[in-house]
């Protein structure tokens, strides 16, 4: 009996020293998280990361209305810093990668002439993230903006939930989506992401001038929830290491 009850007491005591750690994560970030779980996993083993994607602005939202996440990584400076001016997290954002626009068609249409091949004819229809939620759809409206296409285009947009959801619709409805570049350097996409074929810079995807838009610096802030919990500080410590680093580095961001 002694036996039995030493047993249920060590997995007690193995549930309550396994950690979690719940992170709302921007959607251009999904690409990489495989490996950054499956990495940091291996130097923290009692650790379980729990994970939300979605746009930044309503990962914002959802938190500032009680949402239970210890870490937010968002796709730009302002929906993170935004949350500790109103009091919501630790300390001011950490830059932990930049990000890239990429234009993407599955559609045959001539990527070589960049932003001007919006204007061609066959081109109904252009996908690109909700530029009030999602920092990347702004980015893309920039981009239009300052080519000066953007009145005349502006007709063919449609816009996405999220820029995941913009990958989404370039795959399969839009003839041209505005995307993370991050997504073309997934391994599923290198394989056949490309209406069946591996996903190519240059006929399947360009990269957007960065010259266009603002620089994507993407922030991170611990949360007040998680404030003293030493599993989401080593998260974010793992984050912006260099072993973080060479992981986005991994999928087309920059530093």
Known sequence: ?????????LALCGVLNAGEVSIAAAANTTYAFDEIKSEFEKLNPDTKLNVSLGASGALNTQIKNGAPFDIFM???MKFADDLFEA???TAKAQTYAKGKVAMLSVRSVDLG???DALKDEKV???SIANPKTAPYGTASVEAMQKAEIYDSVKGKIVEAKSIGEALTQ???AADVGFIAASAMYAPKMKEGGCAGAPCKEGKHFVLVPSSLYEPIAQGMVILKKAENNAEAKAFYDFILS???REIFAKYGYEF
């Open 170 to 172: 370039a795959l399969s």
């Open 124 to 126: 109904k229809t252009i």
């Open 242 to 244: 260099d072993k973080g």
């Open 74 to 76: 968002a796709a730009d």
């Open 113 to 115: 002439k960049g932003l």
């Open 1 to 9: 009996m002694k036996h039995k009850f030493l047993l249920c007491a």
């Open 87 to 89: 009091g919501f997290a």
